[in-house]
């Protein structure tokens, strides 16, 4: 396969140019021999690496709890419509039982073609969260941190959990912190009401990420900084939802300038009724209204988004001055080198896979490849 005339993406700008595609890699950039068997005009189109998505709960109305291997597969497969190619199931605070039965399901998976997008991991957002910073999480089934319990829900499966999200002030979490740093997973701040020193104190022990950005943490106050003023004060990476409603712009834009854009990912923290009518849904077992392009719980609590990364990516376009270039970058390379796959995923270079984006000067997805799969 052929990709000619595209606008190419790359880390650190955009040239025109052409990819050549054998199998499920990227064999050449810029080929002298532009003939081929199948070749695909992109007629001025850009060409992104396919979008990664490290941070979503469910899609296409399914969910990740429910631990099947069709509700995975339907995610795959609405996602990969938007430009997501690679994502990363998240699960939600629930019984220790159901949490094992999505990190034994994602291992499997792992290894098996979807429909859509690639499975790459799994991320554990709670049951080790702040009662009192719940956000949609289900009060019924925080735990305290700890490495009884941790092991309970991932033994003999570390290396496909990529984050474990915590609230660091609960007691027990820096044993966890611990032995989640020892065992290669991205121990994140989040759904937490740790003060600015306790967040500080939690990533020299091992912290590495923050968990959505502004949501469920203590915010930044200028006497109390918070969890986001330590985030600010420190290089860890963080993620955020550009949808304009759980999070302002100028709030979002404030983060860029603070963070630059290589320590932020771009994440939708979609739940099942993204790319799905009004009506409802459910998100770690509790009941959800969609209703005006949001997801709330009974209460009016937010409940995940409705987001697609194309629409963060168009949003951020709209709304920041950065160039597209460094806005697909925290939706592709950042989220690939957190992961630990950006030796194969998340550029377009020689010798990746074939996980490949095209859409136009809107940000409006026009052909979508995976592992060389037009």
Do not use: W
Not at 126 to 149: C, I, K, M, T
Not at 250 to 264: F, P
């Amino acid at each position: 396969m052929l990709i000619k005339n595209a606008n190419i993406i790359y880390p650190d700008g955009i040239q025109k140019g052409s990819v050549r595609v054998v199998n499920d890699k990227i064999t050449e950039i810029n080929p002298t021999d532009m003939n081929d068997t199948h070749v695909i005009d992109a007629q001025g189109l850009y060409l992104s690496p396919g979008f990664i998505d490290i941070h979503i709960h469910g899609a296409g109305g399914r969910d990740t709890m429910e631990g099947t291997k069709e509700a995975l597969n339907v995610i795959a497969k609405s996602i990969v419509k938007h430009g997501t190619t690679s994502f990363v199931p998240t699960t939600m605070t629930m019984d220790i039982p159901s949490i094992q039965k999505v990190v034994m399901l994602v291992h499997q998976m792992k290894h098996e073609k979807t429909d859509g997008a690639n499975i790459i991991g799994v991320h554990l957002e709670g049951p080790f969260v702040n009662p009192d910073r719940l956000g949609a999480q289900n009060p019924e089934f925080v735990l305290e941190p700890s490495v009884a319990a941790i092991k309970k829900m991932i033994d003999g499966y570390e290396s496909d959990v990529i984050t474990v999200t915590l609230a660091p002030e609960m007691p027990g979490s820096t044993k966890l912190i611990q032995y989640l740093k020892n065992n290669g997973i991205h121990a994140s701040m989040g759904h937490t009401m740790a003060d600015y020193q306790t967040a500080i104190n939690a990533i020299q022990d091992g912290v590495c990420h923050a968990t959505h950005l502004y949501n469920a943490m203590t915010p930044f106050i200028h006497r109390n900084p918070g969890v986001v003023g330590a985030v600010f004060d420190s290089d860890i990476t963080t993620e955020f939802i550009a949808d304009g409603i759980h999070i302002e712009y100028a709030a979002l834009r404030i983060a860029l300038k603070q963070k630059g854009t290589d320590k932020i990912i771009l994440i939708t923290d979609a739940m099942m009724g993204c790319t799905m009518p009004e009506g409802i849904y459910e998100l770690g077992g509790q009941p959800v209204r969609l209703k005006n392009g949001t997801a709330k719980l009974k209460d009016g609590t937010f409940a995940g988004t409705l987001l697609t990364l194309d629409e963060a990516i168009r949003n951020l376009s709209r709304e920041t001055k950065y160039p597209l270039y460094k806005i697909v970058k925290m939706a592709t390379y950042n989220p690939a080198q957190y992961c630990g796959i950006s030796h194969k995923k998340g550029l377009i270079r020689k010798g990746y896979d074939a996980d490949l984006v095209l859409f136009d000067k809107d940000i409006s997805i026009k052909h979508v490849i995976v592992g060389g799969n037009y």
